[in-house]
């Protein structure tokens, strides 16, 4: 059959795209080709939001039927946060059938070579890209992401981790050319010669294991790393969040087949509820690379089990702000109030301590004691929630009962500043949305120590009184070093602060956003410039994204022979 | 304390080299600053013969006091290979004072940044080059390597392997830009913008454990590694060839000194016979990165407890050729002939097992039948070492006595068909010099499989009749995917042995070196252009030198704020 999809059109078509984001990475300046206004959609061949809409109820209640080998059950049930159920039904595979049909096609794949393989990657992303609006649906009913939120961090933004990865991969792999010639002086004798080829191979088949909150943002750096590296992907979504994972399979697959590929390199490993197939699968002999979004407990028994694969894990951390002055009180505490209400607060980068002096802050309208900036904070966070309509259009439904659960529990832990607030959705009355809950506790105390020195899940925040910012410095290296931390923000206008917090996220390895108090916030990240997670604490063992992201998902074979 | 190397001296004297090195990992053509003449040096600051020779003998029976923390004894008792007692002692280190004062230097490494660790590193290059007529001795008396293999694999392609490191190192770490301006369009509102820093930073204190026959070779590349990416290097050497590690060690500390950095970025862990101090020191919590060169024992051991640590390992494997057809049957059989003699076959590189097909073989002289082959090979081995000083010029001495034992005990797994031969070294009576053994086995037979399915390290070759040249390739296949190899080599002049043999190496990942029948042998590779390793089978889980070998023992950490 030949490829509908040539080298030549799609070269011809993502090269430039691939070059800019080559530059991207190397100057980490501003840069995305994927639009975050909805209304950008809707011509060249993108939905517009009826039509994404439209495609996404299509979805309901219909058998995602991806033509994969080995299929011996469908499989489903996904309830929406937001309380609908989705009804969509997976194929539910036989490993020991699917996974070696996956590997009967990496042999064309690696021949390809990393150009092809990456203009295909583009291909891939530009299909997802044209189907953003019913993307968002997708991850807005599997993670209850509210549907900005959806089809922003869902789309373009994920989309832009994914090309992103295709980058650092592509670049990669052509460090070392295609051939050499070696010709090495001998004297008066001639020379020694050798012709040698250098071709990037892969590791095997990698292992995507998806989480509830952002299928794809968080799923799409490891797939895309790993099929662009030249390895077929088996995507394992979280059972709660299969639909954003599975079409973009399915469009993985459609695009590999039009090339000329066999598209069971990327295919999909639903689940029965309660089979917990990814222990099984990330231990199999074939498993060899495993990219992971989830609990600190399963990261670590992945860590410690799959020992055949390179493992890259994105666990959980405690993320901390350090608040110890501010020429911009209202600033700051807008900025925080955002942070902390964002998808109420569900992300792996949200702030959940927040470190006070109990003797007070500085600001530019005088000192505010530990009680005034807590109480202060509480009413920004009031505030900017205070409308239904807003307040749901930012916090999104909560995504399952255990978050739920903690939020309750949270209440108990000290005083509580803020009180978590019910909220209707008038369009989705079963969605659980909920306002987060400010605690106050004490750096000194044991018992507080015990409560706020765990990450706590959801929307959900300690205000932590601390002896001084010698202490509160303290205290963030005890909690990057035992706990790690995706993210560290903080509020000082003292030189000396300042250069305290950097060197402890210099020495514990952590990534750092000062001062922020406008439209920025400490738990969002930008592709090609921002790193997510260092790689370098009980956090994550890995970044989004570097060149130690890529860099052992392929090896590099020489043949070579006498010129 | 005002440095007496400046980083201005420092680039203007070492950026020139590090630039050509960059270039020449690029293009893998020929390239290296290190002469492999010992007439080449003498001049500028280096050492010719005598002097080196000198300055060795005066190490004999010293104290070589590091100026280390912590040290609580003097150790040592290294016997040459060659029978001599060096008598040279070192510091003992009590770790628990060592470490620390290991990790107090770190901050200002981290802070001068990734030219200036790498133009520090190329001077201690430069006076190890200096040095390498007295390396090569040491080298010589610990590895039990003749003289001339000491001096050219223990001095330059040793260093060159260390500048090739540095190369990696400082590449990788400038992918990422120190600082960048992040502006991003908001419509009719003002940009977002942020200004961001980025910081390579350590992983902490790395280990390096040496081993007894190339300290140098295979401990530069991940010493230098992971001192150009800021971290501090602890060295333990292999304890019969702790002497070239040492001096590395003393040089280092000289020049971190010189430069204005703590000397105790670099020390030494020399330990007590029995002391067994590399499993200790491998679970300690401040080592981050450890790189191994040794049994697949330990270095599995490794992998498997050292979590704490990033672990590069360089193990065991089963080096195989294949011997199918040839157009140059002399030429294979002297190449051949070199690679089982060289170092006495001590080499992780040498081949172990000929297959070849038990019908016979075709070359440009007609067939040859599996028994002439064998013979012939037996002869051209045979005619190689017949001349005693140059038999002791190629094969230096049996490294241990486990080398002795595993060599006398080859001759009873199959029929002999070059028996070893001992030969006496007139300057060193008391060194054990043997030529290699060829044992022929069957490749169909359960016995001899289990013979020749396990690595045989020393000068043992088995000559393994197939029954064809697919029955090669399949055994090739299953040999690295279940033993690791570090090379495999293959004669052929079928385009379709070729091809098969292409994939299986393309398959199981492992480096091919096809018809060599000139001055290049399967068991050597060049620095900037050879890879050493694949990294992707059993024998070794990294390659000399690539992204992967570098990019992951450092961290970047961003520290953004609002511009």
């Known amino acids: ?276 197939i990814a222990k099984t699968l990330a231990t199999r002999p074939e498993i060899r690379i495993i990219d992971y979004t989830g609990s600190t407990g399963f990261g670590d028994w992945l860590e410690a089990n799959a020992r055949q694969a390179q493992v890259y894990t994105e666990k959980a951390g405690v993320n901390t702000v350090l608040v110890e002055s501010t020429d911009n009180y209202k600033g700051m505490l807008s900025n925080l109030a955002f942070s902390l209400s964002l998808y109420s607060g569900q992300m792996c980068t949200t702030p959940q301590n927040l470190l006070i002096p109990r003797d007070g802050i500085r600001t530019e309208e005088g000192p505010r004691s530990y009680d005034e900036v807590v109480a202060d904070l509480a009413r920004s966070v009031g505030g900017l929630l205070g409308d239904d309509a807003r307040a749901n259009g930012l916090l999104g439904a909560i995504v399952n009962p255990d978050v739920k659960a903690r939020l309750e529990a949270a209440a108990g832990l000290g005083e509580v500043a803020l009180a978590s607030r019910e909220i209707a959705n008038p369009e989705f009355p079963d969605a659980v949305v909920r306002t987060p809950v400010i605690v106050k506790l004490d750096g000194a105390k044991p018992d507080d120590q015990a409560a706020f020195m765990n990450e706590c899940f959801g929307p959900v925040s300690f205000a932590v009184a601390v002896d001084s910012a010698a202490d509160a410095v303290a205290l963030l290296r005890r909690t990057i070093s035992s706990k790690g931390a995706m993210t560290v923000g903080a509020y000082t206008t003292s030189e000396e602060v300042e250069e305290a917090v950097q060197e402890a996220c210099l020495e514990e390895c952590a990534q750092l956003s000062l001062n ?38 392929f090896r590099v074979v020489e043949i070579r022979k006498e010129a």
């Not at 937001?82 to 096609?105: F, K, N, Q, S, W």
């Not at 969040?241 to 993985?252: H, N, S, W, Y």
């Not at 604490?537 to 570097?546: K, R, S, V």
């Open 1 to 276: 059959m030949a490829a509908e999809l040539t080298a030549h059109q799609l070269i011809a078509q993502h090269r430039p795209t691939l070059d800019q984001a080559l530059e991207a990475i190397r100057t980490r300046a501003y840069w995305s080709p994927h639009p975050e206004h909805p209304k950008a959609y809707g011509e060249n061949g993108s939905l517009d939001a009826a039509a994404g809409k439209a495609a996404f109820d299509a979805l309901l209640g219909s058998r995602l039927d991806l033509g994969q080998p080995g299929t011996d059950d469908w499989v489903g049930g996904e309830t929406s946060p937001y309380g609908i159920e989705l009804g969509v039904t997976y194929p539910h595979a036989d490993v020991d059938t699917l996974l070696p049909a996956m590997r009967a096609g990496q042999r064309a794949w690696r021949d390809a070579g990393a150009e092809m393989r990456a203009v295909v990657c583009l291909e891939i992303l530009k299909r997802i890209s044209d189907r953003t609006h019913e993307f968002a649906h997708a991850v807005m009913h599997t993670s209850g992401q509210a549907f900005m939120m959806a089809f922003q961090a869902g789309g373009p933004h994920a989309q832009d981790r994914g090309l992103e990865a295709v980058a650092y991969a592509y670049v990669e792999q052509v460090r070392t050319p295609d051939n050499a010639e070696w010709t090495k002086p001998q004297g008066k004798r001639d020379p020694l010669a050798l012709t040698k080829r250098f071709t990037p191979v892969p590791r095997g088949v990698a292992l995507v294991i998806g989480c509830n909150t952002f299928p794809t943002w968080n799923g799409y750096p490891g797939l895309f790393a790993s099929l662009a590296t030249g390895n077929a992907v088996l995507v394992k979504p979280h059972p709660r969040a299969v639909l954003p994972l599975a079409l973009t399979v399915q469009v993985a697959r459609e695009v590999l087949a039009e090339a000329g590929f066999d598209p069971n390199l990327v295919a999909l490993a639903a689940e029965r509820a309660g089979e917990g």
């Open 516 to 553: 922020l108090t406008g439209g920025v916030y400490v738990n969002q990240t930008a592709a090609f410039s921002d790193f997510h997670g260092s790689g370098g604490n009980p956090a994550a063992n890995a970044a989004l994204c570097d060149g130690a992201f890529v860099a052992n998902r």
